[in-house]
């Protein structure tokens, strides 16, 4: 309850202490992170593995597969998101406190694009390493660029269905059956602009597939907040 | 769970449609049992379609028989993608809205119907296009953008399933039915991107304006007996909700009167 004298804080100073509170208990206990890492890893060479060398290009497969791992690898993160509130009935807490739902969901979305990109902060690096992405300069800032604008949609549309998911029956089973059609315009315009950075084509090329991860950004961050509350009152 | 009223929370921190602004839930009436006769019209029209499409129908002359699937194949995309998706759709917000519980049965019973149509139109697809186009599957936008929208709705369906509690099993799909509506236009954008870059061999469809006459008074009643049948089938599923939210009811009272 809100002191006397005292202000709630605003909405983005409360999505920011929900953010901390998360990116807290995962620094301490980084199981989430170590397994999504590691099955991250996992993917890349699996994916390599499985496709005859002589046959596949290196390059032709690698947009597909770090798009596929990144939105596989999330998926394991957003399931996390709303199940740390399910121990003690945290999130009976987290919804008494006097802060709009909106700031609770921005907090919570805001965390797990803070997870989304560490997870890819490692993916990049072992893909280029494992499947011999030329290294040209320029190229990982504009493979970053598309990172962040896919996570951005990524961590919008998961947050509120991990959130919808949690306390049903199958729930880690239901997150990627709901989540991974509303993936589909991320993992494609994000696969084929990757495609097009390692061909070395220009940026202008690119720019219709990063239009549309930003509108999708923006429609989706914006719906999902607005969504967000219908799926928490009792 | 209530939320609890925390004296000096302004008003602001409320939920939209708090419980004090719902409306009390309507009685549930039983429907009224015995002959379904919409549903039996609905049938009745689906059985004399195929009798026309395939015996009073010329076939046409290059496809040949293959081609009398078109007479099940375009009707039920066509009510499903164009009718029984926005009926879930609208329903659903609107739900959101108003917060009654026939929009919510409505959207369940028109998602399932639409399931069941946009089966038939993938398993009819293949059977058509391997003859014809000499392929069961090709990534073309329509396809792809009516698996996806598939994979959408048996989505919605299984949540409606993993959800017990009925107010919230409502709200959730009602999202879920809404975000959709947002995604139909992404999804297709991005299989329009997809194809450009991998250009597909172009095959036409016959279009209905070139139909010969015999052929388009064919089409024009698919799309009457599936309309009908649609009908049928979401007022049936709809009294089936009804019946089973019933049955819930009275055996929640002899738990309760046992108990």
């Given amino acids: 309850m809100t002191a006397p004298g005292v202000t709630a804080p605003g909405v983005l100073a409360t999505a920011w202490l929900v953010a901390r509170k998360d990116l807290t208990i995962e620094f301490r206990t980084r199981s989430a992170f170590l397994a999504a890492v590691t099955f991250a890893l996992l993917a890349v060479v699996i994916f390599r593995f499985s496709w005859d060398p ?50 609770v969901f921005l907090g919570k979305a805001l965390a797990n694009l803070g997870f989304v990109t560490a997870v890819q902060c490692v993916t990049v690096p072992a893909v280029a390493l494992f499947y011999d992405l030329p290294a040209r300069g320029g190229l990982l800032p504009a493979l970053l660029g598309v990172a962040v604008l896919a996570a951005v949609g990524l961590v919008a549309v998961g947050t509120l269905f991990s959130a919808m998911t949690v306390n049903t029956r199958l729930a880690e089973l239901l997150l990627p059956m709901l989540a991974l059609p509303f993936f589909v315009p991320i993992v494609t315009p994000a696969a084929l602009a990757t495609a097009r950075l390692l061909a070395g084509r220009p940026l202008a090329e ?11 950004d923006l429609v989706f961050l914006v719906a999902c907040t607005l969504a967000f509350p219908f799926t928490l009152e009792e | 769970m209530t939320t609890p009223s925390l004296a000096g929370t302004p008003p602001a921190y409320a939920a939209p449609g708090a419980p004090a602004a719902r409306p009390a839930p309507a009685p549930l009436a039983a429907p009224a049992g015995g002959f379904d006769g919409l549903l039996a019209a609905g049938v009745l029209a689906l059985v004399g379609l195929v009798v026309r499409a395939v015996w009073f129908t010329p076939t046409e002359a290059m496809q040949g028989l293959a081609q009398k699937i078109f007479y099940l194949h375009v ?7 164009y009718l029984a998706l926005p009926l879930v759709a609208i329903a659903s917000g609107v739900y959101l809205w108003l917060r009654d519980d026939r929009l919510d049965r409505l959207a369940e019973a028109a998602a399932e119907v639409a399931l069941v149509f946009m089966t038939v139109v993938l398993v009819t697809g293949p059977i058509w296009g391997k003859p014809v186009w000499g392929t069961w599957w090709t990534w073309d936008a329509r396809l792809t953008l009516t698996l996806f929208l598939w994979f959408v709705v048996v989505g919605y369906l ?18 879920l039915g809404v975000l959709a509506v947002l995604l139909v236009p992404f999804i297709h954008l991005s299989v329009y991107l997809f194809r450009t870059l991998h250009p597909m061999p172009v095959v036409l469809k016959p279009s209905a304006p070139s139909l010969p006459p015999e052929m388009r ?28 939210e019933l049955l819930a009811l009275r055996e929640d009272g002899l738990d309760a009167a046992e108990g």
């Fill in chain 2, 75 to 81: 009707p039920s995309a066509v009510v499903a993608l």
């Fill in chain 2, 158 to 175: 299984v949540l409606r399933g993993a959800v017990d509690d009925r107010a919230q099993r409502a709200r959730y799909s009602a999202v």
């Fill in chain 1, 54 to 103: 002589t046959a596949v290009n290196a390059l032709d497969l690698a947009p597909g597969v770090l798009w596929t791992i990144f939105v596989f690898s999330g998926l394991l993160g957003l399931h996390r998101s709303f199940g740390v509130e399910q121990a003690d009935r945290a999130v009976d807490a987290l919804l008494a406190a006097p802060v709009s739902r909106e700031a």
């Fill in chain 1, 206 to 216: 690119v720019a219709p597939m990063l239009r549309l991860l930003g509108s999708f």
């Fill in chain 2, 217 to 244: 008074t064919t089409l024009l009643l698919g799309f009457g007996a599936f309309t009908l049948l649609f009908a049928g089938l979401v007022r049936a599923r709809v009294r089936y909700g009804v019946e089973r």
